[in-house]
């Protein structure tokens, strides 16, 4: 069965974005490959240090899959920029080979300061590959709470269309997350997708928690699991079923350390696993501010 889908799990979400209770963003796209985890936090958007306004990640992936699927490579840039107190710009380029095909995506998104109690995002994607989509777009709106702003809700709508003319996704995330004073974030939601053909529904949940300070490290866990809709075009599917409507499971794992001021490195490990094939992923990258 050669299908394709949108893991529901990608609908932006502040897990996704960690877009945080100040107001910050991180390097990360809303649209980042599956393979790359979540970005730890960056600087407060409306707090710019002079000279500071930006970071460039400069990455690579590896992933073996089972099930008689060939193994992933992944190659990307990705970052973000301040383009004024209260704006950041997201984006992201990425070059994969997944399931014998090799593909470019791009991505950019928005990050903007409303009011002191609001925020929102709005991204857009696209792919040249099967397994990418063809189009993909993002918005979501952010709430702070309680007098410190350690509360922030979220909810985010996702549509996207894919390559083969056919299947499309909408998605719908909603998110709370808890911005410690003690240098930690913590981060769940439920994602809500809808998969055509065939009006397929999934949920699926997750949550995240990222620790560390900036300038020095931080180190972020994420877990999602719940049903997809369909595999991606080229997975071969060993195994019973019908390849729609299953359940997976995903965990990611990510270490940002500083070596200078400016500069350091960036390592993750992933680990997916569905009915038909499981996937183990390793990545690193150097990154810049500036």
Avoid: C
Wanted: cysteine-free.
């Amino acid at each position: 069965m050669n299908t394709i889908f949108l893991r529901s799990s990608l609908a932006l979400s502040a897990a996704a974005l960690l877009a945080p209770a100040m107001a910050q963003t991180t390097a990360a796209s809303a649209a980042a490959p599956i393979t790359e985890p979540a970005a730890a936090p960056a600087a407060p958007a409306a707090d710019f240090e002079p000279g500071q306004r930006g970071r460039v990640d400069i990455g690579a992936g590896f992933s073996s899959l089972t099930g008689g699927n060939s193994n992933w490579n992944d190659e990307y840039v990705r970052g973000y920029v301040g383009l004024k107190p209260g704006t950041v710009l997201n984006w992201d380029l990425a070059s994969q080979r997944h399931f014998d095909q090799r593909g470019t995506v791009g991505a950019l998104s928005l990050t903007q300061t409303l009011s002191p109690w609001w925020y929102m995002s709005v991204g857009a994607s696209s792919g040249s590959a099967d397994f990418q989509n063809k189009y993909r777009g993002d918005i979501a709106i952010y709430r702070k709470w309680t007098e410190s702003q350690q509360w922030v809700t979220g909810l985010a709508l996702m549509k996207s269309a894919s390559r083969d003319g056919i299947h499309r996704d909408t998605g719908i995330t909603a998110s709370v997350a808890y911005y410690s004073a003690n240098d930690w974030v913590g981060e769940g939601g439920v994602v809500y997708n809808k998969s055509n053909p065939g009006s397929v529904e999934g949920y699926r949940g997750f949550a995240a928690l990222t620790m560390g300070r900036e300038k020095q490290h931080y180190f972020t866990a994420r877990i999602d699991h719940g049903k997809e809709g369909y595999l991606p075009t080229g997975a071969i599917a060993n195994g019973a079923g019908d390849q729609v409507g299953f359940q997976s499971t995903e965990l990611s794992l990510q270490w940002r350390q500083w070596l200078g001021k400016d500069w350091g490195y960036l390592v993750g490990g992933q680990f997916y696993r569905n009915p038909y094939y499981n996937r183990k992923g390793l990545s690193a990258a150097v990154f810049f501010d500036f």
